[in-house]
């Protein structure tokens, strides 16, 4: 089935430095990718749209500034958490649609900055 | 491998109709178990989860799952759906703190009226 590969799994960082995590779709073209934050025991929630080519449609909250989203290619989408803080400690996770086969979701990614 | 399978790609009932959606999975040990339903444009929303205990775990807007360890399945039911369930439903399999989550391709429900 559809595969998409999110890395790294784990990272922890220092409080000021910026983190990139990568989304790829390993097997399909994904034009719409999408990225979520979770925090403990609570539901993921959406944090843009991911669109290849264009600027990333980000929901209402979510500062454009600080996680910086790329989508260069069909198969590859960046989150970049700048300045990172203790408080953007949670779990990130991506996802793309293939239209045949539903959406897949990556593995996602414990951050922790310290 | 851990996997999750949502057999059903798109489903379509009637208003007041029962509901279930299947889910089954693959885990190296007893995992613990989500659905969430994402409407339209919006993010993913925790429906239910099993950790333990009682294996029929009942969850917002009523739904319910039962947890089968023998048939490595966790499906949800709703007695009697509603036009605002039209949604899309993924099943999640994972540990606590979600270092390793797996997510189902998704199931598209339909309402018909």
């Known amino acids: 089935g559809a595969v998409v590969s999110q890395h790294p799994s784990w990272v922890i960082c220092k409080s000021g430095t910026s983190v990139k995590i990568e989304c790829r779709s390993l097997d399909f073209q994904a034009t719409t990718m999408f990225w979520y934050r979770q925090f403990p025991k609570q539901s993921l929630m959406l944090m843009a749209t991911s669109n290849e080519g264009s600027k990333a449609t980000y929901e209402q909250g979510v500062e454009k500034d600080k996680f910086l989203i790329n989508h260069a290619s069909l198969t590859l989408s960046t989150l970049t958490v700048t300045s990172a803080h203790p408080e953007d400690s949670s779990f990130y996770i991506c996802?793309?649609?293939?239209?045949?086969?539903?959406?897949?979701f990556g593995s996602g990614t414990r951050l922790t900055v310290v | 491998a851990q996997s999750v399978t949502q057999p059903d790609i798109h489903i379509t009932v009637s208003e007041g109709a029962s509901l279930e959606l299947r889910c089954n999975y693959s885990?190296?040990?007893?995992?613990?178990l989500f659905w969430y339903v994402q409407s339209p444009g919006q993010g993913l929303q925790l429906l239910l989860k099993y950790f333990s205990g009682d294996t029929l775990v009942q969850g917002i807007k009523g739904f319910e799952a039962e947890f089968k360890r023998s048939q490595s399945s966790f499906n949800l039911r709703k007695p009697s759906v509603h036009w605002s369930d039209a949604a899309e439903y993924f099943c999640a399999v994972g540990m606590y703190n979600n270092n390793d989550m797996r997510f189902g391709a998704g199931t598209r429900l339909t309402v018909k009226p």
């Open positions: 885990y190296g040990a007893t995992p613990y």
């Open positions: 996802s793309a649609r293939d239209p045949g086969r539903g959406y897949t």
